[in-house]
């Protein structure tokens, strides 16, 4: 069950607003909701989220592709969540799912390890170029990245959460909020993961800016363009450079920067 | 040693922009460097922090603070940062330094557990609520505000890292930058804790948006007053409530929103 409530994912609280003229007045604003979200993986307490309350098995889902521990739909036995508790129940048939201390080990690194030789040793040779016929035009680019900064309606109403979105070259295939940048990727890549959907067609947007992190989850399920209104580091433009990803920063309006890979606009 | 240079901050790479006429053409953009520093506890490795290269001493010791396991000035035997190989060793005189399951645990839950009431029986009853005579007027905050922003010559070269800045209701003390916005916040904490600074006093200014993590840090160190450009999660709010941490969000230009404990604004 997925929970859609504006309710769960919001709260409201009086605040007080001190104004430009020095007068301070009482006002209801409405918070996003920060929730900690425990998966258990096979029984065993893998780690806590703190995520917004929607989407969990997906979330979880996600996470666990970006960390290397779910890799093929075959593997996943099944999910559950239980949302008013915040706990996320993953049946796995996988050995290296009970893995733990390499998962410890990986997560204690955020993905990295002594240096950035670290990356190609395993991340980045983990990882397979990506080849793929995908070509869009910038009118593409520009459209789809309009359609996540309209449907940004939490965004919006709260202003404390990251939006993504997956996109085709014609329309927005999912869209998903979160006040972490990671988890909206997570929450859409879990789902993509669920359903078998291929992704090497596809592009992912997201209002976050681009780190190396993110460059990684979206370049191991094989999505060729990453896009986003905000800046990327250097890590994340050597990693897309290595991995095949077309990189694009500060699309913001008709303009947008391309980091490497510009071969698939034309 | 701490690194100023901006060219180890920064990277500069050949771009191509789309512009609004349809037109593409190339120029010389300069990201902001993102780099894993890699810390030791006692010679063992704790902790890959994907950072901004410079002030990894005290991002070593701000990380250990907020994280529990460096408690007083005294503990800390030793930091060297070898900015080459983005290593930070510490030595530590602590027993519970060298508790690394615990460590693991705590770090795998992202400073929470299986639920929020984790938070007040773990962090939130490690944190005693704030007590302080601190009083600050609303120009005050505001002015300590447009410093932060003022200052932030990174973000405006690159467009990608969050700043953060602890101030007095005088002036600024301190002024840090990061692809991190809680890296940020830990290298400042870090050079208080190193120096021995008093904070009971003090204002932590952030760019970044106003999460649980983001409360506990400060309120771990008895900052009485948390201020953002951002929006905070439900989360925060609560937390910053039961700690008695004064909460201001959405601090633009003249207009700033307080959420709680606004007793200490006059």
Same sequence: chains 1, 2.
């Avoid at 959460?161 to 890549?189: C, M, P, Q």
């Avoid at 669920?194 to 800016?209: D, H, K, N, P, V």
Wanted: aromatic fraction near 8%; glycine fraction near 6%; hydrophobic fraction near 40%.
């Amino acid at each position: 069950m997925n929970i859609e409530s504006a309710d769960l994912r919001t709260a409201n609280r009086i605040v007080l607003r001190w104004n430009r003229d020095g007068e301070k007045e009482e006002f209801s604003d409405c918070l996003v909701r920060e929730f900690p979200a425990t998966v258990y993986l096979n029984d065993q307490e893998l780690v806590t989220l703190l995520c917004t309350p929607e989407f969990l098995e997906d979330l979880a889902a996600g996470f666990l592709v970006s960390e290397g521990m779910l890799r093929s739909k075959e593997e996943l036995e099944s999910i559950v969540a239980d949302y008013e508790q915040g706990q996320v129940w993953v049946k796995s048939s996988a050995s290296h799912f009970i893995a733990e201390k390499t998962f410890m080990k990986r997560y204690l690194t955020t993905g990295c390890g002594k240096g950035t030789s670290f990356y190609s040793l395993n991340d980045v040779q983990s990882c397979n170029p990506i080849i793929t016929e995908l070509m869009v035009t910038p009118e593409q680019i520009r459209s789809r990245m309009k359609d996540l900064q309209n449907r940004s309606e939490l965004f919006q109403t709260t202003g404390g959460v990251h939006s993504a979105s997956l996109a085709s070259v014609e329309e927005v295939i999912l869209y998903r909020e979160d006040i972490g940048r990671h988890n909206a990727v997570d929450k859409i890549l879990g789902y993509c993961f669920r359903q078998g959907l291929a992704l090497g067609e596809m592009m992912m947007f997201t209002s976050g800016r681009l780190s190396s992190e993110m460059l990684l989850k979206v370049a191991k399920v094989g999505i060729p363009i990453l896009v986003s209104r905000s800046a990327p580091t250097s890590l994340a433009v050597e990693l897309a450079e290595q991995l095949g990803v077309t990189l694009v920063g500060f699309a913001r309006g008709p303009r947008f920067n391309v980091y490497c890979h510009p071969e698939r606009i034309i």
